[in-house]
């Protein structure tokens, strides 16, 4: 499957935006997916994931309460809510497939990402 995310860009703090990551491919609808976030000089990081059959969502605590993760299994399409921004929401976010359904927080057991959409929050 190949990833393509988008709707990035420069919002002003406690501002919203919606990211979205489309999928290519038949078995979209039987991957778990997640998004993930890399701020300059950090690591990658886990921010939200839902399973196969939207029924499960996982969010880091950094998020809970502001970020909504969910996925139209028809359009083959991913989607980040992303709410109250924050400065240090300022990353590059990635999605990203796995294959096998598991939904948890390890990149590693990721099998396809996105080239990553960058959001900016000013303050």
């Known amino acids: 499957v190949q990833l393509q995310a988008y709707g990035g860009g420069l919002v002003q703090a406690g501002g919203s935006l919606r990211v979205s990551c489309a999928a290519s491919?038949?078995?979209?609808?039987?991957?778990?997916m997640a998004w993930f976030r890399q701020a300059p000089g950090k690591d990658r990081e886990f921010v939200a994931a839902i399973g196969w059959n939207t029924g499960s969502t996982y969010y880091a605590d950094s998020v809970k309460g502001r970020f909504t993760i969910s996925r139209d299994n028809a359009k083959s399409t991913l989607y980040l809510q992303i709410n109250s921004l924050k400065p240090e929401d300022t990353a590059v976010y990635y999605c990203?497939?796995?294959?096998?359904?598991?939904?948890?927080?390890?990149?590693?057991?990721?099998?396809?990402w996105g080239q990553g959409t960058l959001v900016t929050v000013s303050s």
């Open positions: 491919g038949r078995a979209f609808s039987s991957y778990a």
């Open positions: 990203a497939a796995d294959r096998y359904g598991r939904a948890r927080s390890w990149p590693d057991e990721y099998d396809y």
